[in-house]
């Protein structure tokens, strides 16, 4: 792909719309970013300015504007504003998406739409968030969602063009591999207060959604083992004062270490990684693990059994025994271990490049736009 517009084109400009509130959905626009600038793409990116300033998408090349993650008037107008001249519009996330159709009403712009995961939420809100589903994918010219099941649920939800594109994990996400998988950085493990006992790593807001409630009923189970592997928990949110009560009242080997910007150290120094959440899409910790050659064990929930494939311990969701059993049946066997490590590297090789994931990107784009004649 030239890195220029074509001869008698103008470049093409894009905005791109972030609620800000993702991790993952916020770094995969950075890299976008980056690799659409580098092809001669203009690129604007929508989003609050404490994602800005987390992910530098001025540093990438790209213009930002301010846009509150609020769907309220001010900030559509905000939004608006800025995709005035936008020769197409591509938004992240289902409120992001939202705000950019209020945007764009009445106007020809075409916007793309990629899911990242699944919005949840329970009672009348549930209903909402499906009614803003319907509206979005009906009004998007085309819908990416990063695994199999968001692709079905856009269809039916009425998407008219719904297509699977994997998003790939970002190289600064990327934890580097040591040169021995079996040398745990001391240090790390010393500060957790794992020093001569398996550590465990978790990591993810702390809310409903992420299991933890059901990881603290198998660290129950774990308590009683010698040594007792601790469980460090990184990550904050509403549940923090409920999970450390019964961490305190029920005397578990459970840190909560709060929000930390040195997971790649985590993992690295980590026995096993654990993801227990009710609903993950493409699961940035996950991935992270499996680049990193840490064993994992995971719920087989959303798109964690096509993206883990076979290098991975799944549990069903919600079972604290079966999630306890297995944690103790991997610490005992280092030859299964070393196995899922193998298997890992494998898994992690097949995933798409930063490259192709902007390819394939802006492949969608030079359908949906036509030629631009030079101003």
């Known amino acids: 792909m030239s890195s220029n517009a074509p001869l008698g084109r103008a470049p093409l400009r894009t905005v791109q719309v972030l609620g800000g509130g993702n991790a993952g959905s916020s770094a995969h626009v950075r890299s976008l970013a980056e690799g659409l600038v580098a092809r001669g793409v203009r690129v604007t990116v929508c989003a609050p300015v404490e994602a800005d300033r987390a992910y530098d998408f001025t540093g990438a090349g790209a213009e930002h504007v301010h846009v509150p993650r609020s769907s309220d008037p001010v900030s559509v107008a905000a939004l608006r504003t800025a995709c005035t001249d936008a020769d197409l519009v591509h938004a992240h ?24 995961n699944r919005a949840h939420a329970e009672g009348a809100r549930a209903h909402l968030l499906r009614v803003l589903e319907r509206r979005v994918v009906r009004t998007a010219a085309v819908v990416l969602g990063t695994t199999s099941d968001l ?30 998988p079996d040398r745990l950085p001391p240090k790390v493990r ?91 899409s493409r699961s940035v910790l996950a991935q992270e693990a499996l680049y990193a050659r840490v064993p994992l064990v995971a719920t087989a929930v959303g798109g964690i059994p096509d993206l883990v494939g076979d290098a991975a311990e799944l549990v069903p969701y919600g079972d604290a025994k079966a999630l ?29 490049t930063e490259d192709e994931t902007v390819a394939q990107v802006l492949s969608v784009y030079d359908e949906l736009t036509q030629p631009r004649p030079l101003a």
């Open 93 to 116: 996330g289902l409120h992001a998406s939202f705000r950019a159709v209020l945007a764009l009403g009445g106007r020809t712009t075409p916007l793309v739409v990629t899911w990242h």
């Open 151 to 180: 692709v079905d649920r856009a269809r039916r939800s009425g998407a008219r063009d719904a297509r699977l594109a994997a998003v790939a994990l970002p190289g600064r996400r990327r934890p580097a591999v040591p040169d021995d």
């Open 190 to 280: 010393a500060e957790l207060g794992s020093t001569g006992r398996p550590l465990l790593i978790a990591v993810g807001s702390l809310d409903g959604l992420r299991g933890y409630d059901v990881l603290l009923d198998a660290a129950r189970t774990w308590r009683d083992l010698d040594p007792a592997p601790l469980v460090a928990i990184a990550g904050e949110g509403s549940l923090r004062a409920e999970l450390r009560r019964r961490i305190a009242d029920e005397e578990l080997p459970v840190r909560l270490l709060g929000r930390r910007e040195d997971v790649p150290e985590l993992l690295a120094a980590a026995d096993v990684a654990l993801v227990t959440s009710k609903f993950e």
């Open 324 to 352: 306890a059993d297995t944690v103790v049946r991997l610490l005992a066997d280092p030859e299964r271990r070393e196995a899922l490590r193998e298997r890992g590297a494998r898994q992690a090789a097949g995933w798409p």
